[in-house]
């Protein structure tokens, strides 16, 4: 039987604009691999800095994507 995954496990790194941008992109061109895998993620920005935060999933790590 397969484990469940934990989707209270996130991961939250801080990213520059342009770093912003390419995660933008990477959930563009794999939506529908992220929309059938359910992956969540949430992005906040704060005094010009962006934080993007990855809940757990078995696709998509910050490595993949940066």
Known sequence: MKAQRDI???TTKQ???DE???FVDYVYDNYEEWYEN???YEV?????NYFVTLYGNEI???NDIF
């Open 8 to 10: 209270f496990y996130s």
């Open 20 to 22: 912003y941008k390419r």
């Open 38 to 40: 359910k992956v969540c």
């Open 15 to 17: 990213v520059t604009e």
């Open 44 to 48: 906040s920005k704060t005094n010009g």
């Open 60 to 62: 998509v790590t910050f």
